[in-house]
């Protein structure tokens, strides 16, 4: 190779490194302008998982329970459910009524829950 095209090259590259770490170095740091500065150095909570997780899971599903038991009688019906966001206990009222009430309790939306999660694992 000629060498003043080998010269080139290697300012070129050199030139090339130095021009890409100027750039790197004065890019701006994008921060979300919706997180609060006191919030943008924190660590995330750890994950959550196993009996807590579905403790977790349980109050949650509890507490929609509760919102779609509006008059407080301590049981919802499917349209209840439906009009909730409660889609897994509509899907699986039938289920869940082994009664055939037209109504279930959070007794029983927890007991089938428990059931199916052990008819899950593997024996």
């Known amino acids: 190779m000629n060498p003043s095209i080998r010269r080139s090259l290697r300012w070129l590259s050199a030139g090339g490194l130095a021009l890409a770490a ?12 919706a997180v609060p500065e006191a919030l943008r150095h924190t660590t995330p909570a750890p994950i ?10 349980e109050a949650k599903l509890r507490a929609r329970f509760e919102v779609a038991d509006a008059e407080g009688q301590g049981h919802i019906s499917r349209t209840q459910a439906e009009a909730a966001g409660l889609g897994y206990v509509a899907q699986h009222f ?6 055939r009430h037209g109504t ?8 089938y829950l428990h059931r199916r999660e052990r008819a899950a694992q593997p024996h």
């Open 94 to 99: 039938d289920a869940i009524d082994g009664n």
């Open 104 to 111: 279930v309790s959070w007794e029983q939306v927890r007991a």
């Open 22 to 33: 100027g750039i790197a170095a004065a890019a701006p740091v994008l921060r979300d302008p």
């Open 48 to 57: 959550t998982q196993g009996e807590a997780l579905r403790a977790q899971v």
